[in-house]
Structure formats: C-alpha cells, structure tokens
Nanobody, 119 residues
Framework: VQLQASGGGVAQAGGSLRLTCAAS????????MAWYRQAPGISRELVAR???????YYADSVRGRFTISIDNAKKSVTLQMNSLKPGDTAVYLC??????????????WGQGTLVTVSS
C-alpha cells in the first residue's frame, strides 16, 4: 500500500493551502485516513482524522480552520487549511488504516509534505 501526498508549500498567515493524499495498492478497504504534523522539537500531533463513514476528529488547535474530507471511491483524503497561522508550520504526514487482502488491519504512512506559514 502506498500513500501519495501532494499539496503544501508556502502561505502567508491568514492564507489557505490544501493537502491531498491518495492510497493505492492491494487492499480491501480504507477504514480511516488522517493527517498528522511534526514541527522541529515537537512531538508528532494528530491534526485531523476521518472515517470512511465521514466521522471526523480535529485537534483543538485547528478546529474551525481546517476541514478534512474523504473520497471513498478514490481512496483519498483532503485537508483544506484556512486561516493559516505561523504555528501551523510543520511537515504534514498522511496516515491510513486499511483492511488488507489478508483481512488484517494495518496502518500506513505517506511521505511528509512541508507546510510553511510566514507571518
């Protein structure tokens, strides 16, 4: 299973960016997908998670500013980030929990994508 992330880049404070992550490979289904972020010297933080049913979770620091959505047909997740703050600067990592062809639940990580927010 591979997770391909795209998006990110540089934005000014108050601006917007969009991250997308698509899952591909041999698996039966995606249970949920999420975005984490990691800034230098700070532990990895769960930013937002969404289940295949559409249930969502947001970290307090991003609730009301970020929106996560899932496309079950395309096995992809999008994180729309609005009202960005310098504190949102981090490497963002995509995560997916999938049901494998062998009926196991396994978690995969994509490569990180850098988001930089300037003040």
């Amino acid at each position: 299973v591979q997770l391909q992330a795209s998006g990110g880049g540089v934005a000014q404070a108050g601006g917007s960016l969009r991250l997308t992550c698509a899952a591909s490979g041999m698996f039966l289904s995606v249970n949920d997908m999420a975005w984490y972020r990691q800034a230098p010297g700070i532990s990895r933080e769960l930013v937002a998670r969404i289940t295949k049913a559409g249930d969502t979770y947001y970290a307090d620091s991003v609730r009301g500013r970020f929106t996560i959505s899932i496309d079950n047909a395309k096995k992809s997740v999008t994180l729309q980030m609005n009202s960005l703050k310098p504190g949102d600067t981090a490497v963002y990592l995509c995560n997916a929990e999938v049901l494998t062809a062998m009926q196991f639940v396994h978690t995969y990580w994509g490569q990180g994508t850098l988001v930089t927010v300037s003040s």
